[in-house]
């Protein structure tokens, strides 16, 4: 009976964007990649390596079939942005082809870096993501009412400001907003702000937004 080899897809994490934050475990297995999976922004991370490159753009679903597919026959590796283990394409990949068929190469996640940014401990906080999301902001503004701190990934549309706008909207005011702009990268930028002053905020790239409780 023939048998069939399946290699194990990799999904590594590539950190915040610098590239001091790629491990040496991420740059190996890249290195042994046939065919390398990932944003432009993160292929661009890797201009040396000799693989296939292919552009995850919105088309998630057809790229985990393909990514299926070509992983009978090459070594697939997928480079997701911060850890693959937080809220990342890792998830879908992992729903698709089962836990048994992936290796997965933790980084450093945009979050950990901005609280490091802010000096804040993350292991009491909790967490929202909102990019990419139509939805959201009921789970946001729970979370808000119930924790000291609150790590929120944002995007284009759900930006800090509008953030800002929809948490005094809820009568949510005595809190810090953090606004941890570009880590790691050109334009790095980290901002206190209390909620009427972030409503008109602007904002370049990526961010980040920790909202805090003020201590008493
Ligand atoms: C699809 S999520 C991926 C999160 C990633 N898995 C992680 O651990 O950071 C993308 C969001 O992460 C945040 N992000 C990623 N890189 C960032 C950076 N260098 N500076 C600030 N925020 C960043 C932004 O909120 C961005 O919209």
């Not at 980084?107 to 990419?132: K, Y």
Request: proline share 3%; glycine share 8%; hydrophobic share 45%.
């Amino acid at each position: 009976m023939a048998e069939y080899y399946k290699n194990k897809v990799i999904i590594v994490g590539c950190g915040p964007g610098l590239k001091a934050y790629i491990s040496p475990k991420v740059l190996y297995y890249v290195k042994k990649a046939d065919v390398l999976v990932g944003s432009g922004r993160l292929l661009k991370l890797f201009p040396g390596v000799d693989a296939e490159k292919l552009m995850l753009e919105k088309n998630y679903g057809i790229m985990v079939d393909r990514i299926s597919r070509w992983s009978f026959t090459k070594q697939v590796v997928v480079l997701v942005s911060g850890d693959p283990c937080f809220f990342s394409y890792a998830k879908m990949i992992i729903r698709k082809l089962g836990r048994e068929s992936c290796i997965i190469i933790p980084a450093i996640s945009s979050i950990q870096l901005a609280f490091a940014a802010i000096g804040e401990s993350w292991d009491d906080a909790s967490f929202v993501s909102l990019h990419g999301r139509i939805a959201g902001y009921a789970k946001l503004i729970k979370k808000v009412r119930d924790y000291q701190k609150v790590g929120i990934l944002t995007d284009q549309k759900n930006t800090p400001a509008v953030i800002a706008r929809r948490l005094l909207e809820d009568g949510i005011r005595d809190r810090i907003m953090y606004i941890c702009e570009n880590l790691s990268l050109p334009g790095e930028r980290i901002r206190e702000l209390d909620l009427a002053s972030a409503v008109n905020i602007k904002t370049h790239g990526t961010s980040v937004v920790i909202i805090k409780k003020r201590d008493f």
